[in-house]
């Protein structure tokens, strides 16, 4: 293959940037060697920050919250609920920081309204009555998967091309550039080489490790966060605790459920990344001192992440910047490799402008970025990702033979349909996971316990899977949600894995595969 650039990575910073040049009419290929949103871009709060968060440790990174904040809401309103937030403080927290609080918000520009104790227990009845001061902001709820699909499916539509499960595995320099990149299929083991004239490392916590490929360095942190997943939605708002940032202080409201987390804790490591039972139990025995209701909520998973923070050595992580930094490798001898590290969710767009401003540079390419004005168009096929979407549309109306597959999610044979057909025609393998990954399916309270088997069963009718391929799939596809099941096995929770663990070992056997 050739492409005038190749983009590794594909979270919401990569498919942000091979929208960006997409628009700019630049030949790209997007490659990632599991799927799109497999590391932080898929596993984070779906939070979209006002900023406030950040306004008395990193102003920079504030002010750039703020104002991603408004022009997603702008151009990608599809993918957002505009909640709003609150930033709550419970009796026990720093009074002087509650205090500093609206001032560090005026300083940073970021807006911030006192909201009196009863009001804000009023708005929100699941807040403490051991509240003590609240003040309204503007954060809202991002759907990370469609916000990274919706940018994909538009790319493609425009040339660009997506190639799952391609590791890279090296790249071929001629004096100080890189004239070919080496991929290798991570399930049959072959093997594909691109010439590029530019190459974008977007690899999120693998930055650093694509980055040594190429004989460049980066001084990432690597830093885990976990959160669980409450079975049903608690509050209307996202809920800020009012102190530094720490851990399980913000519960984010998302479709029906809500997302409470994070933790912060070094790793040495990005392999076995998953949530622990003692992280689980600090986020529900903290998160309880703000929303009580917490400490007796029914949850349904949790997950872990790893965020690549910038710099090194010791220190607490949550003081290290939540900044990004596009690393530009012509200083090290590279002339055709960029890095685009660090940064939010939020933040994406922006990481991508500015990463496609110098590529375009690079390229003498003189088109200006769209993104900032340009709404991000709502695909059909990324509809499926939308809490609530299914039912809706299996209550106006179906044909009776478009069977449900997933019933806690409501997701019907038509969605598995559309979904088969928008995998990229370069890549055409459909499986469990990448099927989840672009619908509801698996997310809801049976944890794909049932719908695994029926989705598996109707690839195999759609002549689409063959052999072996569906029982593996579903083992593959129920390992990955067991490591969000296993740290929370206790009341209802603990009932579904027995009930899970009877279907697929004691019936069917997998554990035998």
Same mark, same amino acid.
Not at 323 to 340: C, K, M, P, S
């Given at each position: 293959?050739?492409?005038?650039?190749?983009? #590794?990575?594909? %979270? &919401?910073?990569?498919?942000?940037?091979?929208?960006?040049? $997409?628009?700019?009419?630049? !030949?790209?290929i /997007?490659?990632?060697?599991?799927?799109?949103n497999?590391?932080?871009? %898929? &596993?984070?709060?779906?939070?979209?920050?006002?900023?406030?968060?950040?306004?008395?440790?990193?102003?920079?990174?504030?002010r750039?919250?703020?104002?991603?904040?408004?022009?997603?809401?702008?151009?990608?309103?599809?993918? #957002?609920?505009?909640?709003?937030?609150?930033?709550?403080?419970?009796?026990?927290?720093?009074?002087?920081?509650?205090?500093?609080?609206?001032?560090?918000?005026?300083?940073?520009?970021?807006?911030?309204t006192?909201?009196?104790?009863?009001?804000?227990?009023?708005?929100?009845?699941? /807040?403490?009555?051991?509240?003590?001061?609240?003040?309204?902001?503007?954060?809202?709820?991002?759907?990370?998967?469609?916000?990274?699909? !919706?940018?994909?499916?538009?790319?493609?539509s425009?040339?660009?091309?997506?190639?799952?499960?391609?590791?890279?595995v090296?790249?071929?320099?001629?004096?100080?550039?890189i004239?070919?990149?080496?991929?290798?299929?991570?399930?049959?083991?072959?093997?594909?080489?691109? !010439?590029?004239?530019?190459?974008?490392?977007?690899?999120?916590?693998?930055? %650093?490790? #694509?980055?040594?490929?190429?004989? $460049?360095? #980066?001084?990432? +942190?690597?830093?885990?966060?976990?959160?669980?997943?409450?079975?049903?939605? @608690?509050?209307?708002?996202?809920i800020?605790? /009012?102190?530094?940032?720490?851990?399980?202080?913000?519960?984010?409201?998302?479709?029906?459920?809500?997302?409470?987390?994070?933790?912060?804790?070094?790793?040495?490591?990005?392999?076995?990344?998953?949530?622990?039972?003692?992280?689980?139990?600090?986020?529900?025995?903290?998160?309880?001192?703000?929303?009580p209701?917490?400490?007796?909520?029914?949850? +349904?998973?949790?997950?872990?992440?790893?965020?690549?923070?910038?710099?090194?050595?010791?220190?607490?992580?949550?003081?290290?910047?939540?900044?990004? =930094?596009?690393? =530009?490798? &012509?200083?090290?001898?590279?002339?055709?490799?960029?890095? +685009?590290?660090?940064?939010?969710?939020?933040?994406?767009?922006?990481?991508?402008e500015?990463?496609?401003?110098?590529?375009?540079?690079?390229? %003498?390419?003189?088109?200006?970025?769209?993104?900032?004005?340009?709404?991000? &168009?709502?695909?059909?096929?990324?509809?499926?990702?939308? *809490?609530?979407?299914?039912?809706?549309?299996?209550f106006?109306?179906?044909?009776?033979?478009?069977?449900?597959?997933?019933?806690?999610?409501?997701?019907?044979?038509?969605?598995v349909?559309?979904? @088969?057909?928008?995998?990229?025609?370069? !890549?055409?393998?459909?499986?469990?996971?990448?099927?989840?990954?672009?619908?509801?399916?698996?997310?809801?309270?049976?944890?794909?316990?049932?719908?695994?088997?029926?989705?598996?069963?109707? /690839?195999?009718?759609?002549?689409?899977?063959?052999?072996?391929?569906?029982?593996?799939?579903?083992?593959?596809?129920?390992?990955?949600?067991?490591?969000?099941?296993?740290?929370?096995?206790?009341?209802? *929770?603990?009932?579904?894995?027995?009930?899970?663990? $009877?279907?697929?070992?004691?019936?069917?056997?997998?554990?035998?595969?």
């Amino acid at each position: 293959m050739q492409t005038r650039v190749l983009i #590794i990575g594909g %979270g &919401a910073t990569g498919t942000g940037v091979a929208r960006d040049l $997409a628009l700019r009419g630049v !030949e790209c290929i /997007l490659v990632d060697k599991e799927d799109i949103n497999a590391g932080a871009s %898929g &596993a984070n709060h779906g939070l979209l920050h006002s900023g406030a968060r950040y306004v008395s440790r990193d102003p920079e990174a504030a002010r750039e919250c703020w104002d991603e904040n408004q022009i997603l809401k702008t151009v990608a309103p599809a993918c #957002i609920e505009a909640t709003g937030g609150l930033f709550a403080a419970v009796q026990g927290d720093d009074e002087g920081f509650i205090a500093d609080f609206p001032g560090y918000c005026e300083k940073t520009g970021i807006p911030c309204t006192p909201v009196d104790v009863q009001e804000a227990r009023e708005m929100e009845p699941a /807040l403490s009555e051991r509240l003590i001061a609240a003040y309204a902001v503007e954060d809202a709820s991002i759907d990370p998967f469609k916000l990274v699909l !919706e940018n994909i499916t538009e790319a493609q539509s425009l040339g660009c091309r997506f190639l799952r499960r391609m590791k890279v595995v090296g790249f071929e320099k001629e004096k100080s550039r890189i004239r070919r990149v080496d991929l290798e299929n991570r399930e049959t083991g072959e093997r594909l080489a691109v !010439e590029v004239d530019m190459v974008v490392n977007a690899s999120g916590s693998w930055a %650093g490790q #694509i980055a040594a490929l190429a004989g $460049a360095s #980066i001084d990432l +942190i690597y830093s885990k966060g976990t959160l669980v997943i409450t079975h049903s939605r @608690i509050t209307h708002r996202v809920i800020n605790r /009012l102190r530094r940032p720490s851990d399980a202080d913000i519960l984010v409201p998302g479709g029906t459920v809500s997302i409470m987390g994070t933790t912060s804790i070094r790793m040495k490591s990005l392999e076995d990344i998953h949530p622990t039972v003692a992280e689980v139990d600090r986020i529900v025995e903290e998160g309880a001192v703000m929303i009580p209701g917490l400490e007796t909520a029914r949850y +349904i998973r949790a997950y872990a992440g790893v965020r690549p923070l910038l710099g090194g050595g010791g220190g607490d992580d949550r003081s290290a910047s939540r900044g990004f =930094d596009l690393v =530009d490798h &012509a200083e090290a001898g590279i002339d055709n490799l960029v890095t +685009i590290t660090g940064g939010k969710l939020t933040t994406y767009r922006l990481m991508a402008e500015k990463t496609a401003d110098l590529v375009c540079d690079r390229l %003498g390419i003189s088109e200006p970025c769209r993104t900032r004005t340009r709404p991000l &168009a709502s695909h059909h096929q990324t509809r499926w990702t939308v *809490p609530g979407f299914s039912p809706r549309e299996w209550f106006k109306g179906h044909d009776p033979e478009d069977l449900l597959l997933c019933e806690c999610e409501m997701v019907p044979q038509s969605a598995v349909d559309q979904i @088969i057909a928008g995998f990229d025609v370069f !890549e055409k393998k459909v499986d469990l996971t990448g099927i989840g990954k672009r619908s509801r399916i698996g997310k809801g309270s049976c944890q794909g316990s049932f719908c695994s088997v029926r989705v598996a069963a109707y /690839l195999y009718d759609r002549g689409v899977a063959s052999a072996r391929q569906g029982t593996v799939d579903i083992k593959t596809f129920l390992n990955e949600r067991w490591k969000g099941q296993r740290c929370l096995l206790w009341d209802s *929770p603990l009932i579904q894995a027995e009930l899970q663990e $009877a279907m697929h070992c004691g019936l069917f056997g997998l554990e035998l595969l």
